[in-house]
């Protein structure tokens, strides 16, 4: 079974910049992306991208955050700019197997000044 890592959260000033990497332990022809929980909320889709690089966002993203995949390094990548407290949340990386999805740790995002 593939194993997820994420890396790259911490705390960012609203407005400011950060991105999320997600390390596979190996290839996969399957979408990946990225979820996000905030404390008291349930988990919510935050972005996906297929094999070939077609992508999805959810609208409260779009236009501030990019996924992007780079198959040759097994990794999946979360650029968030404007980031806003409302970003805060621990994010996970996630690999949809059809059936069920494999989950990373997650790596917490705090928006915050």
């Known amino acids: 079974q593939v194993q997820l890592m994420e890396s790259g959260g911490g705390l960012v000033q609203p407005g400011g910049s950060l991105r999320l990497s997600c390390a596979a332990s190996k290839s996969s022809t399957n979408s990946r992306g990225w979820y996000r929980q905030a404390p008291g909320k349930e988990r919510e889709l935050v972005a996906r991208?297929?094999?070939?690089?077609?992508?999805y966002y959810a609208d409260s993203v779009k236009g501030r955050f990019t996924i992007s995949r780079d198959n040759a390094k097994n990794a999946v990548y979360l650029q968030m700019n404007i980031l806003k407290p409302d970003d805060t949340a621990v994010y996970y990386c996630?690999?949809?197997?059809?059936?069920?999805?494999?989950w990373g740790q997650g790596t917490l995002v705090t928006v915050s000044s």
């Open positions: 996630y690999e949809n197997l059809g059936f069920r999805a494999v």
């Open positions: 991208i297929t094999i070939s690089g077609s992508t």
